[in-house]
């Protein structure tokens, strides 16, 4: 029965802190208060506390520095990759800035090999001041899409200019790894060379299988999440 009754004050301890991460009354940075509080607040052993804080990490809503504290690495923004990042973070209350850093005829010869010409778009997102990701952007240098480097987006927005070029996505596949910048993509997050991002491609086709878009993206872990639902097995 004592065990039952640990694991339910540790489940709603963890419920309790979930929530204010993620209604963002603990923001992204924030410190979390000492065990010694959380236990008092709580009225819980310290015990309790550090296994609640251990799943809250697990779940990447905080990180815990020894001898330090704990801190609030999620900032509770969900991401909607069918409307776009930088909508789906505004949406989610996010001051986001897109630089576009470029559009150019061409791209990775081996997406060319494999897909045919294309037209890339780079961009940098930032949430506040602090750069998030830096996304490029391969698509089909057909029709419209091809005139790009001189007509520029639709709205600024890749999503936007893909519907109004008549290429909707209707599958695909994506790739995630954790990988270190190299020094031209960490000058541009105002990173150290070599720190670990997440590296994400996005492959997405349309209908008839063809290429809708081809997208590398270097994601700040702290910022970023990807969450997989998958049916139950029978």
């Known amino acids: 029965m004592s065990e039952q009754v640990g694991r339910s004050k540790r489940?709603?301890?963890?419920?309790?802190?979930?929530?204010?991460?993620?209604?963002?009354?603990?923001g992204h940075g924030e410190r979390l208060p000492g065990e010694n509080q959380l236990a008092t607040r709580y009225?819980?052993?310290?015990?309790?506390?550090?296994?609640?804080?251990?799943?809250?990490?697990?779940?990447?809503?905080?990180?815990?520095?020894?001898?330090?504290?704990?801190?609030?690495?999620f900032d509770g923004k969900e991401l909607d990759q069918q409307i776009g990042w930088a909508r789906a973070l505004a949406e989610g209350?996010?001051?986001?800035?897109?630089?576009?850093?470029?559009?150019?005829?061409?791209?990775?010869?081996?997406?060319?090999e494999q897909y045919g010409p294309v037209v890339t778009v780079r961009r940098l997102r930032r949430a506040g001041s602090q750069p998030v990701s830096i996304e490029v952007s391969a698509l089909p240098a057909v029709g419209a899409l091809a005139d790009l480097p001189t007509t520029g987006l639709v709205d600024d927005s890749i999503t936007?200019?893909?519907?109004?070029?008549?290429?909707?996505?209707?599958?695909?596949?994506?790739?995630?790894s954790?990988?270190?910048?190299?020094?031209?993509d960490a000058a541009l997050l105002e990173r150290t060379p070599g720190e670990l991002f997440l590296r994400a491609i996005r492959v997405t086709r349309d209908q008839n299988g063809d290429l809708v878009e081809y997208v590398v993206s270097w994601l700040d872990p702290q910022r970023f999440r990807f969450h997989l639902s998958f049916p139950a097995a029978r």
């Open 43 to 73: 009225q819980v052993s310290r015990g309790t506390v550090r296994s609640a804080l251990a799943e809250l990490q697990r779940r990447e809503l905080i990180t815990t520095e020894t001898g330090v504290g704990s801190f609030v690495t």
């Open 11 to 26: 489940s709603q301890l963890v419920a309790e802190i979930a929530t204010e991460i993620r209604t963002g009354r603990l």
């Open 160 to 176: 936007a200019t893909l519907r109004a070029a008549g290429r909707q996505g209707v599958g695909g596949e994506q790739w995630i």
């Open 178 to 184: 954790v990988e270190p910048l190299d020094a031209a």
């Open 93 to 112: 209350g996010a001051d986001v800035g897109t630089e576009l850093l470029g559009i150019a005829a061409g791209g990775d010869p081996a997406v060319e």
